[in-house]
């Protein structure tokens, strides 16, 4: 099947910096990728959709400035957590549905500690 | 507004014993019911999916049910073994649209006892 990478797998941070995610489609092109966040024992919260060549659409409380979100080739989207603070320590997620929008693939997520 | 409904939040099976997870969706329009499987520290994967137009899909020791009519899906694993311990996510989202947004449930923890 359809292989999405996530890197890195895990970040530690100083609070106040910032860290960028990076999440590739590696075997198809994705003109959408979204971003979604998850605590611990929780379900995924959709954060962003990403869409390439154009500007991310975020859901209702996130934080645009914060966290943003590039998509600039059909196989790479970042997400940048801009001046991070301990709150925003999470698990990230990114997926990649395929071209026909058939089937949603997952990276493997990235733990986000901010110190 | 929860889109898709899930229980129980946590389950306890013996090795060997039916793992059972329920779902419910209001949005008529969903048309794709995937079933994810999520180990600590991992990102989900696809266990199994299914579309409106069958009631059942079988895939292994793993089974969705599907009642459009109650707008219900379930997960069975059969003969459930301590691999299976997991998280698992229900999910559902509208194949037509261009975004193929999925929309999941709250999750259940799988826990299968030696």
């Known amino acids: 099947g359809a292989v999405v990478s996530q890197h890195p797998s895990w970040v530690i941070c100083k609070s106040g910096t910032s860290v960028k995610i990076e999440c590739r489609s590696l075997?198809?092109?994705?003109?959408?990728m979204f971003w979604y966040r998850q605590f611990p024992k929780q379900s995924l919260m959709l954060m962003a959709t990403s869409n390439e060549g154009s500007k991310a659409t975020y859901e209702q409380g996130v934080e645009k400035d914060k966290f943003l979100i590039n998509h600039a080739s059909l196989t790479l989207s970042t997400l940048t957590v801009t001046s991070a603070h301990p709150e925003d320590s999470s698990f990230y997620i990114c997926?990649?549905?395929?071209?026909?929008?058939?089937?949603?693939?997952f990276g493997q997520g990235t733990r986000l500690t901010v110190v | 507004q929860q889109q898709v409904k899930q229980s129980p939040q946590s389950l306890i099976v013996q090795k060997g014993g039916i793992s059972i997870i329920n779902c419910a969706y209001e949005n008529t329009a969903f048309d794709y019911f995937p079933w994810y499987q999520q180990f600590p520290g991992k990102g989900p994967a696809l266990l199994i999916a299914?579309?409106?137009?069958?009631s059942e899909k079988k895939e292994g020791r793993f089974t969705i049910s599907f009642n459009k009519s109650a707008k219900q899906f379930s997960l069975h694993i059969m003969d459930s073994q301590p691999g299976d311990s997991a998280t698992y996510f229900c999910a559902a989202s509208i194949r037509g649209s261009t975004l193929g947004r999925l929309y999941f449930g709250r999750g259940t923890q799988l826990t299968v006892w030696p």
């Open positions: 299914i579309r409106p137009d069958v």
């Open positions: 075997d198809f092109q994705a003109t959408t």
């Open positions: 997926s990649a549905p395929d071209r026909s929008f058939a089937e949603a693939f």
